[in-house]
């Protein structure tokens, strides 16, 4: 299922947003700032953003242009309740794919944004992150260390992708459970554990020098083994 991030201040347009796409079979995390939204694009593989411009934080224009400084190629539809021209163009030419005005009617927002989704893989490449001796292929699922490769599971690779992206710093719990099964889902403590348990045997069986270490009272960061010095 492909996962969205919403970023929407006003709680009731949110809230039928998320429903309506949910109901298309589209998952969606739903966040009100910018501030909150750059953490979680930085924890999560989002296959499309739904960016509102009017945001308590700023303009949700500046996010995006962001973004796209960065390379970032993640498919957006602005939201927004300017619909003059040269506000349609701006938000066009900093980087959006789409640009709806409000009011709007939820089964045009629905089809906007699976339209989005239905787009070739080649609109926007998925990233291949290394650190240490391991690299992530994020579209085949799996993790490699020189000629061994091993398929990981759904849960597993956000959670590396994660850990992989920080390089080395020390990343919260709570921040890789979110980016594992999203904002809105409960995670068990067994759960996350198994995730962990089994990411840990997979790096020593394709004979990566890293592990993931448990820094108390902190969180999980990778970390040479003494073998790997």
């Given at each position: 299922m492909s996962r969205v991030l919403l970023v929407e201040d006003h709680a009731r347009l949110a809230a039928l947003v998320a429903a309506s796409l949910s109901a298309a079979g589209v998952a969606v995390d739903t966040l009100e700032r910018m501030a909150l939204?750059?953490?979680?694009?930085?924890?999560?593989?989002?296959?499309?953003?739904?960016?509102?411009?009017?945001?308590?934080d700023g303009d949700g224009l500046s996010?995006?242009?962001e973004l796209r400084a960065r390379g970032e190629r993640l498919p957006c539809l602005m939201l927004t309740a300017r619909d003059a021209l040269h506000d349609r163009v701006d938000g066009l030419e900093s980087g959006a794919d789409d640009y709806l005005a409000k009011p709007f009617a939820m089964d045009e927002l629905v089809a906007r944004v699976r339209a989005l989704l239905r787009r070739p893989a080649t609109a926007?490449?998925?990233?291949?992150p290394s650190f240490g001796d391991v690299s992530l292929r994020v579209d085949a699922g799996e993790i490699v260390c020189g000629s061994e490769s091993i398929l990981l599971a759904a849960a597993e690779l956000q959670v590396l992708l994660l850990l992989v992206r920080r390089?080395?710093?020390?990343?919260?719990?709570?921040?890789?459970?979110?980016?594992?099964?999203?904002?809105a889902e409960a995670v068990t403590p067994s759960a996350f554990d198994v995730?962990?348990?089994?990411?840990r045997r997979k790096l020593a069986a394709i004979g990566?020098?890293?592990?993931?270490?448990?820094?108390?009272?902190?969180?999980?960061?990778?970390r040479q083994t003494e073998m790997g010095r």
């Open positions: 939204a750059r953490a979680a694009l930085q924890q999560h593989e989002y296959a499309a953003l739904v960016l509102d411009r009017g945001l308590p996010l995006l242009r926007w490449q998925p990233l291949s390089g080395g710093e020390t990343v919260r719990r709570a921040a890789l459970e979110a980016a594992a099964w999203g904002f995730a962990m348990h089994r990411l990566s020098t890293l592990e993931i270490v448990n820094v108390r009272g902190k969180g999980y960061a990778l």
